[in-house]
């Protein structure tokens, strides 16, 4: 499983509730985090590097647990390497499904808001919903920073929220995988009033059936990997406890 740094770990939070005696090995690209302002090009080359590389760790199924990846790169990946891909796109379809006011919000990254892929969804599965479009500038680096809560991190969330609250909207796709960690600050702007879609869930059974389907077994050996391409293994080590209740060791792997 892989991100652009420690957003997928809302992933991979769900996939190991899901399979809790699968091993799992999440790579976090942060030497190249943000993905967000990065071009289709350096996205797909990163996406190709981490793939080849975790096939090489003896992958058998592969979560691109980043939209923006997913977005880029998720075609060039089925193209080049012959493992089952599971990627994550934002929710637009299950929220815009589920709305009684008609208007929906989905949050992702500038590079996301503006793909094809969000075009398509928006065309196929949002119909007569309204979808506002909004990114969450700067929430990344926060997450990536461990500063779930802080003062700073609550404004720069305000400043996209606060905006919706007016606009009638019931439901908002999170559409970045960083996002969920900011959930209760969110949370706090909009009460119980409007819902959050997080497709990690929905991600997690993809990822079961698709093992079902190619008929891997559980090998019953719980052993969860974490590496990341910065130099300093030691921060992703220390945010591991914070963003998904656990410490692990972290590997530096820098892949250049
Ligand atoms: N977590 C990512 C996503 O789901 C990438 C964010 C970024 O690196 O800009 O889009």
């Given at each position: 499983?892989?991100?652009?740094?420690?957003?997928?770990?809302?992933?991979?939070?769900?996939?190991?509730?899901?399979?809790?005696?699968?091993?799992?090995?999440?790579?976090?690209?942060?030497?190249?985090?943000?993905?967000?302002?990065?071009?289709?090009?350096?996205?797909?080359?990163?996406?190709?590097?981490?793939?080849?590389?975790?096939?090489?760790?003896?992958?058998?199924?592969?979560?691109?647990?980043?939209?923006?990846?997913?977005?880029?790169?998720?075609?060039?990946?089925?193209?080049?390497?012959?493992?089952?891909?599971?990627?994550?796109?934002?929710?637009?379809?299950?929220?815009?499904?589920?709305?009684?006011?008609?208007?929906?919000?989905?949050?992702?990254?500038?590079?996301?808001?503006?793909?094809?892929?969000?075009?398509?969804?928006?065309?196929?599965?949002?119909?007569?919903?309204?979808?506002?479009?909004?990114?969450?500038?700067?929430?990344?680096?926060?997450?990536?920073?461990?500063?779930?809560?802080?003062?700073?991190?609550?404004?720069?969330?305000?400043?996209?929220?606060?905006?919706?609250?007016?606009?009638?909207i019931d439901h908002i796709a999170l559409g970045c995988t960083h996002?969920?960690?900011?959930?209760?600050?969110?949370?706090?702007?909009?009460?119980?009033?409007?819902?959050?879609?997080?497709?990690?869930?929905?991600?997690?059974?993809?990822?079961?059936?698709?093992?079902?389907?190619?008929?891997?077994?559980?090998?019953?050996?719980?052993?969860?990997?974490?590496?990341?391409?910065?130099?300093?293994?030691?921060?992703?080590a220390l945010r591991l406890p914070q963003l998904i209740g656990h410490?692990?060791?972290?590997?530096?792997?820098?892949?250049?």
């Amino acid at each position: 499983m892989y991100d652009s740094g420690l957003g997928g770990l809302s992933v991979w939070r769900a996939v190991r509730a899901a399979l809790p005696d699968w091993p799992i090995t999440y790579l976090a690209d942060q030497a190249y985090c943000p993905y967000g302002p990065r071009s289709r090009e350096e996205i797909i080359a990163r996406a190709l590097k981490v793939g080849h590389y975790l096939v090489s760790q003896g992958a058998t199924l592969l979560v691109v647990a980043c939209n923006t990846a997913t977005t880029a790169a998720i075609a060039a990946l089925r193209a080049e390497l012959s493992l089952p891909i599971v990627g994550i796109e934002p929710a637009i379809k299950p929220a815009a499904a589920m709305s009684r006011t008609g208007r929906i919000a989905v949050l992702a990254t500038e590079y996301t808001l503006a793909s094809e892929r969000v075009k398509t969804l928006l065309d196929d599965h949002a119909g007569d919903v309204d979808v506002l479009r909004r990114a969450g500038h700067g929430w990344v680096e926060q997450v990536e920073a461990g500063e779930l809560s802080s003062e700073r991190t609550r404004a720069l969330v305000r400043k996209v929220v606060e905006p919706l609250i007016d606009e009638n909207i019931d439901h908002i796709a999170l559409g970045c995988t960083h996002y969920p960690f900011l959930a209760p600050l969110i949370r706090e702007v909009t009460g119980d009033g409007i819902q959050l879609y997080d497709p990690a869930e929905a991600i997690a059974r993809r990822v079961c059936d698709l093992l079902r389907r190619h008929g891997c077994d559980s090998q019953g050996d719980r052993y969860y990997r974490f590496i990341t391409t910065s130099d300093d293994a030691g921060e992703m080590a220390l945010r591991l406890p914070q963003l998904i209740g656990h410490p692990y060791p972290v590997e530096s792997q820098p892949l250049d």
